[in-house]
């Protein structure tokens, strides 16, 4: 038994609790909505992984698994041929998170789809396994993460630690274990070894390591159960020993909260899915922005100046004062918040360019914008205060963390989003083709239909 680095009872076990409650979790024990909103989570995923995959990074990742001589195990989306089962997942992962325009849960917080997704649709493909086994798989890989999440605490991300990297490498890990149906015992070991390798760093916000980091999650996840499965060794308390995973990467260790509702409390329920392709805490404030220019038919020429009220943690999240990029662009509250008050797209990938970074009415507002930190608010929360050069004053608050509650309508609002950007790479008859598959994913005997439809 390893050093225990906390002194508390519920701190005790931890890892094994975790993992279990994974490795137990069956598709038959799943309410309806959360099967819907695993259903909805691929679609989104495989839209944001088709439009990803054509991105400079992606290419990069391609090339170098062509180099290395890709063994054709499973596909790469909209890439046009097959690797190994950790390329396919490390390039998977990576070109989903390319656009940072995938699905958010902020008890993570992090983006919970693009590490699973990529390894358990590996072993899918590799091994024939059917879609009510990836169901359940990739919700066994969610509530993992999440959890562990949890566990870690604001804390956690304010080191300056990526948890789609991080605590994604064990939602990886633990959807691949519950696919291979690896016991308990089992899962501990690979929670030991993807915790050891489980890394990512927001300091590389706005480059290409960003999206790396969900590939690496991925990957680095699948390959920890892969290693489980053969027997290899580590430590099993890692989330809670000494100098483990817990006692080095935060200083708000919460067992209470990871385990809050175990066995019974689907995090799944938490995942937001993304309108605007940007950051997920730009969000908020380009909703407010597009409301008070609707409302108010506000035109640019009138602003006078611009207060971005927003949690505290998002100065160092999403706050690129003068971005020159398309992807810095996606990180900047106040070329974001500007967009909306301009009535631009803000759901176009194509807009986030070099041109809107120089954009003279983008600019402008941009530069009389303030973003103020608000230790009242919460993720996902925003208050826009518009100043018009005539002396009015419009305010509007917004909470983007609330997911949607009807279930038929985040499908329909998906799929649509899903055929816009799949459509370039494989086609509108191909696109409906796999809305189709999904939409009865759990009826699927495999999921090669849907990877080929997707493979481009």
């Known amino acids: 038994m390893a050093q225990p680095a906390f002194d508390r009872p519920d701190a005790t076990g931890l890892t094994r609790k975790i ?23 691929l679609i989104d995923w495989l839209g ?22 890709a063994r054709e195990q499973a596909t790469v989306i909209g890439g046009g041929f097959k690797s190994s089962l950790t390329q396919a997942a490390l390039l998977n992962g990576s070109a989903s998170h390319a656009l940072d325009y995938d699905d958010v849960n902020l008890t993570m917080p992090g983006h919970p789809t693009v590490p699973v997704v990529p390894a358990i649709l590996a072993l899918a493909e590799r091994d024939g396994i059917d879609g009510k086994a990836f169901i359940a798989a990739f ?19 304010q080191k300056g630690w990526h948890t789609t990297g991080t605590v994604g490498t064990f939602g990886a890990a633990a959807g691949a274990a519950h696919m291979l149906g690896l016991d308990t015992d089992t899962c501990v070991s690979v929670y030991g070894i993807a915790g050891t390798q489980a890394a ?63 066995g019974e409390r689907f995090h799944a329920r938490g995942i937001l899915f993304k309108y605007h392709a940007a950051c997920y805490g730009t969000h908020a404030a380009i909703e407010a922005a597009t409301k008070i220019r609707a409302e108010h038919n506000l035109t640019p020429d009138r ?20 971005p020159t990029t398309g992807l810095e662009a996606k990180f900047s509250l106040r070329v974001t918040a ?54 009015l004053v419009f305010r509007q608050h917004s909470d ?53 439809l997707c493979r481009g």
């Open 303 to 322: 602003i006078e100046k611009i207060e971005l009220r927003v949690p505290e943690s998002y100065l160092k999240m999403c706050n690129i004062l003068e």
């Open 200 to 262: 990512g760093l927001k300091s590389n916000f706005g480059t290409m390591c960003k999206p790396l980091h969900a590939g690496n999650a991925a990957a680095n996840g699948l390959s920890a159960a892969l290693l489980g499965a053969k027997g290899f060794t580590s430590n099993p308390e890692i989330l809670e020993c000494v100098q483990g995973f817990g006692d080095t990467q935060t200083e708000e260790f919460q067992p209470d909260l990871a385990l809050d509702g175990l």
């Open 19 to 41: 993992a279990e409650n994974s490795a137990s979790l069956t598709f038959d024990a799943l309410p309806r909505d959360v099967v819907s909103i695993a259903k909805c989570c």
């Open 400 to 452: 983007a963390s609330i997911p949607e509650d009807d279930q038929d309508r985040q499908w329909f609002r998906l799929s649509s989003k899903f055929r816009d950007m799949a459509e370039g790479s494989i086609g509108l008859d191909k696109a409906d083709a796999v809305v189709e598959a999904v939409g009865k994913l759990e009826d699927q005997a495999s999921l090669e239909e849907i990877a080929e």
């Open 338 to 391: 500007a967009m909306g008050l301009a009535g631009e797209n803000t759901a176009k990938i194509a807009n986030y360019n070099e041109d809107l970074c120089t954009d003279g009415t983008i600019v402008n507002l941009r530069d009389k914008t303030t973003v103020v930190p608000e230790a009242k608010f919460e993720h996902a929360n925003s208050e826009v205060i518009v100043s018009t050069q005539d002396g």
């Open 139 to 157: 919700i066994a890989g969610v509530e993992a993460e999440c959890r562990i999440g949890a566990l870690m605490g604001e804390s956690h991300y």
């Open 48 to 69: 944001v992984t088709l439009a990803g995959a054509t991105e400079p990074l992606s290419e990069i990742l391609q090339e170098q698994a062509k180099d290395e001589g």
